[in-house]
């Protein structure tokens, strides 16, 4: 069982919260992705097939179409200025990931395909 969290954009700022949108609007993250999941690895030799499945939730946000694509043009790192936006219902994503798994000793060297996140890779410690 694990948890994780993948950040996609930073909080929106609650001094222009709530004002009201008169522009075409575009929905946005608004903060991390949070993720719970439970992973099982079937040993086959010191390499183990990963299985895992879980649940993720994202924040969202609408703010005006006009802003964001500007933002898109003079921001390449994605940072808001002060631009209205409204809070929408968060998004619930069913996730999955399948890959491998080399077990050393007191650690293991993992990689998988995630269907929210594509190819990630990691390392842990058993204590």
């Avoid at 895992?52 to 946000?61: E, Y």
């Avoid at 631009?83 to 996730?95: D, F, K, N, Q």
Wanted: proline share 10%; no cysteine; hydrophobic share 40%.
């Amino acid at each position: 069982m694990g948890g994780s969290a993948r950040f996609t954009g930073p909080l929106l700022p609650r001094e222009t919260r709530g004002e009201p949108l008169t522009a075409p609007v575009v929905e946005v993250p608004n903060g991390p992705e949070w993720e719970m999941y439970v992973k099982l690895a079937p040993p086959v030799g010191a390499v183990a097939l990963e299985v895992g499945l879980g649940v993720a939730v994202q924040p969202k946000a609408v703010r005006e179409r006009e802003a964001t694509e500007l933002l898109r043009e003079t921001n390449p790192y994605g940072l808001y200025p002060a631009v209205h936006w409204e809070p929408r219902p968060a998004r619930w994503y069913l996730t999955w990931s399948l890959g491998a798994r080399l077990d050393l000793a007191r650690a293991y060297l993992t990689a998988a395909y995630h269907n929210r996140r594509g190819v990630v890779a990691g390392m842990g410690a058993r204590f």
